[in-house]
């Protein structure tokens, strides 16, 4: 884990005092310094959330994701008011809701179990946030009905949960939230519990929802799959601290540390140790068992020094044998271990040569279906540089974006 400070890793536009973010958009959520702390048995303090600033605009679909124990559903509690602040302040459309609880927040939070009423009505679990607030009976059949149609549900309004599937339990979760016309929508890893293929048709179903309904959205997962393609900004958070906030092209793109290029990415970055050297007005890239040259746009700050950690995605390898004129600066001779077929491409279990015996050495490769790589064989990869990163090997910071 990087030792990146808040202040290195987070880089966001500033909202103005009247909530306005200098090109105009409206803030809906603002987490301001927001800190959790948790009391153990022992009289210890855990922090789960550290320090956290976050802007969120009216309209955004952003996504918290990390691994387990990274702090994102806790910062969502926190912002549903089911968790209050050690430290910092939430402020949902203007308003300070830090010390409110969750009935008065304008907030509608669908869980990873769906939470649904079993002895209710579809027709009533999705009325029941209405039916709390006694909404005329006829405004609340109209929003039932509406809201019903609009996720493909109408038909099953007079079963109980016990009698739908997964998928059509989440679709009244869903509806259960959107019949409340509220100022921001939270997901708790809402898909979590889906079938991998009924998971997909659902973040395309969440895709279009949110096009067609556009609330402010907060939505956390341990799935990258669904950050980068639900988000409209993505929040890496590791260690209870956000890492970097970016659009998903640009956290896969430019990862702001050693963290975030090695969690964002299916295979991971591989990373290498290595020193760069200059020569005949070249960058090159020594490692132990191999050498690439770096492009010339590759710039680093004048302190960087020497050492570093080098990060290639798998998918910018390539067979050499597949290359028409493979440049000889950028190759590698490895040992192929294993060979995984991925339909178009596949993926090698790869050593470098000389190192073969050494396990920690082992990287992953994505080339194409053709390569004729075998087993226990050896193998030139062509390095495609031009996407290569260079981090501190002490902050883990990203010393080439």
């Known amino acids: 884990m990087s030792d990146t400070s808040h202040e290195e890793t987070i880089e966001q536009p500033t909202a103005d005092e009247h909530g306005e973010h200098p090109e105009g958009r409206r803030v809906s959520l603002r987490l301001d310094g927001v800190t959790k702390e948790f009391t153990e048995d022992d009289g210890g303090t855990v922090v789960a959330v550290d320090d956290v600033s976050l802007d969120v605009y009216d309209g955004e679909f952003i996504v918290l994701v990390g691994p387990s124990g990274?702090?994102?559903?806790?910062?969502?509690?926190?912002?549903?008011?089911?968790?209050?602040?050690?430290?910092?302040?939430?402020i949902i459309d203007g308003e300070d809701v830090s010390g409110q609880e969750p009935r008065e927040r304008d907030v509608a939070m669908v869980f990873q179990n769906y939470a649904l009423y079993p002895h209710k009505t579809v027709r009533d679990n999705i009325a029941f946030p209405l039916q709390i607030r006694k909404f005329p009976s006829d405004e609340i059949d109209e929003r039932v009905n509406d809201t019903a149609s609009m996720l493909g549900i109408g038909d099953l309004l007079d079963r109980r949960p016990s009698d739908l599937s997964g998928g059509q339990q989440q679709r009244v979760a869903l509806g259960r939230a959107i019949v409340r016309d509220p100022e921001l929508f939270l997901f708790d890893e809402p898909l979590s519990n889906l079938d991998a293929k009924l998971r997909i048709q659902?973040?395309?179903?969440?895709n279009r929802l949110h096009r067609r309904v556009g609330k402010t959205s907060?939505?956390?997962t341990h799935d990258q799959a669904e950050a980068m393609t639900l988000s409209d900004r993505v929040v890496v958070m590791n260690d209870g601290e956000i890492?970097?906030?970016?659009?998903?092209?640009e956290v896969y793109a430019e990862p702001a540390n050693r963290f975030v290029a090695g969690f964002i990415g299916e295979p991971p970055m591989n990373f290498f140790d290595v020193t760069v050297e200059e020569r005949d007005g070249t960058r090159v890239a020594?490692?132990?068992s191999f050498e690439v040259a770096l492009p010339e746009t590759l710039t680093l700050p004048p302190d960087a020094g020497t050492e570093f950690e080098l990060g290639v995605r798998p998918e910018d390898f390539e067979d050499a044998s597949l290359e028409p004129?493979?440049?000889?600066?950028?190759?590698?001779?490895?040992?192929v271990g294993v060979v995984e077929p991925m339909g178009p491409n596949k993926d090698l279990a790869v050593r470098p040569v000389g190192r073969e015996d050494d396990p920690a050495s082992e990287f992953t490769a994505r080339v194409s279906?053709?390569?004729g790589a075998v087993e226990g064989e050896r193998l030139t990869l062509v390095v495609d540089t031009k996407n290569a990163h260079l981090f501190d090997p002490v902050s883990g910071d990203n010393l080439t974006v």
């Open 218 to 220: 907060l939505y956390v």
């Open 243 to 249: 890492q970097q906030v970016a659009p998903p092209e």
């Open 369 to 371: 279906n053709a390569t």
């Open 202 to 206: 659902m973040r395309t179903e969440l």
């Open 70 to 90: 990274c702090g994102k559903t806790t910062t969502l509690r926190t912002v549903a008011g089911l968790e209050q602040p050690t430290r910092g302040s939430i």
């Open 286 to 288: 020594v490692g132990d």
């Open 325 to 335: 004129d493979p440049d000889p600066s950028r190759t590698m001779e490895v040992h």
